[in-house]
Structures are given as structure tokens and as C-alpha cells.
């Protein structure tokens, strides 16, 4: 078993950072600037792109984020005869993390208005994270099965591996949901003077996706590492 590296602690500490800070800004920009505005119905890229000093801070934050994403590989690289033969498969998903993350960064340059390819884009993110986190329960699956051979009990990598499938079974449901298809689709309002305006609705499926698709990429590479730390 690999003694904790502090490799591993500061890229939890920093992953976990970066998105309370992404968080924080995005709610507190959010309610500053419309009251209709929300996760719900707010793409990522809108509060980037809002016009005062606290949103600046946030794209910086998005970018140390993907950069973060390909961490795992300053330690897997130079020490692969430490990781039990499994340092192909953390290579590999390591790299899948790390492209996960350069699209959620690129779905900001992306306007909605461009809905083709605003849509493929977040598709590929998505695809992505699904994959990531998919192999990510694989590994804690093989670290558990490793550590059980040598007698050592490990129900961490267990109970790691059961949080990571979760996450990439969500991710499927979220890519698979069939509302995605009609998203850009806006709702007629009524006005008290008789004319119909169009808004978007309380939930706007896609901005609302790629939330959630982003939280659950953050929290399954942090179980990533997690299962690197049982190792």
C-alpha cells in the first residue's frame, strides 16, 4: 500500500477549492444581477460573462479547475512502478478527466446562441464525464480486489467504487434525458396588456445539465483520487 502523497492531498484540497469558489460566485452573481436567475435556467458560461469583478474571478477558477484535472499524472507518470500494475488504467483516466475538463472550460467560450455547436459540445463533456466516471469505479473496483488478495481489508475502495458507478449511472440518465432534444424551446408568457413575450422555462434543461454534469465530474474525480489514496 503507497504511503498518502502529498501530491494527492493537495489536489483533493485544491479540487474541492476550486468548485466552493465556483459555487459561491456563480449563486452570489446570479442573485445580484436577476432574480430569475438560477441554476436552473443559467448556463455556466452567463455568469463568466457577467460584468463585474466577482464573475471575473470565476473562469480563472474554471481554468485552474481543468488544469487540475490532469494532475494525477505528475505522480502516476514517475512512479508507475508503485501502482500495482493498474498505472495504464490511472493514465488513462486521468487523461479522460483531464479532457472532460478542458470541454466544460470550453463550453464557456460556447454562447447558447450558437446551438449546434453549444449542444455537441456539452454532449462531448458529458460523454466524457460518463466515461471518466465509469472507469473511475472500475479502479476502486480492481484496488479493492488487489488489497483483498493481500489480506489487507478495504471496504473504502468498496464503497468508493459504489459512489463512482451512482455518478456515472446519473451522468447517462442526465445525457439520455429526452427534454434535452427540445431545449432551446422557450415559453410563450402573457403579458396584462395582451401581448406574449417569450422566457425561458423554470428549468432550462440543458443549462440546468451542465450543473449538474460538472458537480458530478468534480465529485468523481475526487473519488478518483480517493481510490488512489487506498491504493
Same mark, same amino acid.
Request: charged letters at 15%.
Given at each position: 500500500?503507497?504511503?498518502v502523497?502529498?501530491?494527492?492531498? %493537495?489536489?483533493?484540497?485544491?479540487l474541492?477549492?476550486?468548485a ?12 445580484? &444581477?436577476?432574480?430569475?436567475? *438560477? ?12 460584468? &463585474? *469583478? ?8 474554471l ?6 484535472? %490532469? ?6 507518470? /514517475? &512512479?508507475?512502478?508503485?501502482? &500495482? ?10 487523461? !479522460?478527466?483531464? =479532457?472532460?475538463?478542458?470541454?466544460n472550460?470550453?463550453?464557456? =467560450? ?20 460518463? =466515461?471518466? *466516471? ?8 480492481? !484496488? ?18 459504489? +459512489? ?9 440518465i +442526465?445525457?439520455?434525458?429526452?427534454k434535452?432534444?427540445?431545449? /432551446?424551446? =422557450? ?20 443549462a440546468? *445539465?451542465?450543473?449538474? !454534469?460538472?458537480?458530478?465530474? +468534480?465529485?468523481?474525480?475526487?473519488v ?8
Amino acid at each position: 500500500m503507497i504511503k498518502v502523497d502529498l501530491v494527492w492531498i %493537495f489536489l483533493v484540497i485544491a479540487l474541492i477549492i476550486c468548485a466552493l469558489v465556483c459555487i459561491v460566485i456563480a449563486t452570489i452573481t446570479m442573485k445580484k &444581477n436577476d432574480s430569475n436567475e *438560477s441554476f436552473l435556467r443559467t448556463f455556466p458560461y452567463e455568469v463568466a460573462d457577467k460584468k &463585474n *469583478s466577482l464573475a471575473k474571478i470565476y473562469r480563472p477558477f474554471l481554468y485552474v479547475y481543468a488544469g487540475l484535472c %490532469f494532475g494525477p499524472l505528475f505522480d502516476i507518470v /514517475p &512512479n508507475t512502478n508503485h501502482f &500495482n500494475g493498474m498505472q495504464t488504467l490511472g493514465i488513462t483516466i486521468a487523461c !479522460v478527466f483531464g =479532457l472532460a475538463g478542458l470541454m466544460n472550460a470550453a463550453i464557456h =467560450l460556447f454562447e447558447a446562441k450558437f446551438t449546434k455547436v453549444h449542444t455537441i459540445a456539452a454532449t462531448i463533456s458529458f460523454m466524457l464525464s460518463f =466515461l471518466a *466516471s465509469g472507469l473511475t469505479c472500475l479502479f476502486a473496483i480492481l !484496488v479493492y480486489k488487489s488489497n483483498s488478495i493481500l489480506g489487507e481489508s478495504n471496504i473504502a475502495s468498496l464503497i468508493l467504487a459504489i +459512489i463512482a458507478g451512482l455518478i456515472a449511472i446519473a451522468i447517462l440518465i +442526465i445525457t439520455l434525458n429526452p427534454k434535452l432534444k427540445d431545449w /432551446p424551446r =422557450l415559453e410563450g408568457v402573457k403579458q396584462e396588456d395582451g401581448t406574449i413575450t417569450y422566457a425561458r422555462p423554470k428549468i432550462f434543461w440543458l443549462a440546468f *445539465s451542465e450543473w449538474l !454534469v460538472m458537480g458530478a465530474g +468534480i465529485i468523481a474525480e475526487i473519488v478518483f483520487y480517493l481510490s488512489f489514496i487506498k491504493l
